[in-house]
């Protein structure tokens, strides 16, 4: 069982940044890919960005709200997956999830609240 665990969620104002951490129980370096996705009030979730595994490259995936403003990193020392969020705007309030697929089964995170308002 892989425990994901997200962090950096917080109130922002519109034009602001947050920066998002993902981490997990295990290396994640290796996982198959480490994905964020996000719930807006009323709204399904939606895929946010994804990184693939370290070990084939780490190729990064973004939903086009996302392109130029948000980008997604691996950080090995920390041992986390982190979402930069800039030029944020209100309609990116949402409950921010951390999912990672480890050998075929997906894991996720409790989540996190990030608000963007005036």
């Known amino acids: 069982q892989v425990q994901v665990v997200e962090s950096g969620g917080d109130w922002v104002q519109p034009g602001g940044s947050l920066r998002l951490s993902c981490a997990a129980s295990?290396?994640?370096?290796?996982?198959?890919?480490t994905d964020w996705y996000r719930r807006r009030p009323g709204q399904e979730r939606e895929f946010v960005a994804s990184?693939?595994?370290?070990?084939?490259?780490?190729?990064?995936n973004y939903a086009n709200f996302a392109k130029g403003r948000f980008t997604i990193s691996r950080d090995n020392a920390k041992n986390t997956v982190d979402l930069q969020m800039n030029s944020l705007k209100p309609e990116d309030t949402a409950v921010y999830y951390c999912?990672?697929?480890?050998?075929?089964?997906?894991?996720w995170g409790q989540g996190t609240q990030v608000t963007v308002s005036s």
């Open positions: 999912e990672a697929t480890v050998n075929g089964v997906e894991y």
């Open positions: 295990e290396n994640m370096f290796s996982f198959y890919s």
């Open positions: 990184i693939a595994s370290g070990t084939v490259g780490g190729r990064r």
